[in-house]
């Protein structure tokens, strides 16, 4: 994505483009870490818990995380 310009309200809300939050898999109600560095704002994605244990259980188990999510979600439909 190229450079755009975003607006502030005047509480203080920005809003991500829809481009933006396609591209990088942004979904409502993420989380976001917001972090400055000299003059530059930078915003990441917080990993869920689900996706750490998924990272993790696919290093125990050698599954990839996409996997390993498929099992939990499969999990949670039988219950």
Known sequence: MKSTSVK?????YVLLPSSLRKEMEIKTGMRLLISKSDNTIVLQP???????????TAKSFGESADEV???????????
């Open 46 to 56: 917080v990993p869920s818990f689900t996706d750490k244990l998924a990272g993790v």
């Open 8 to 12: 502030i309200s005047k509480r203080g």
């Open 69 to 79: 999510q498929k099992h939990l979600d499969e999990g949670r439909k039988d219950r």
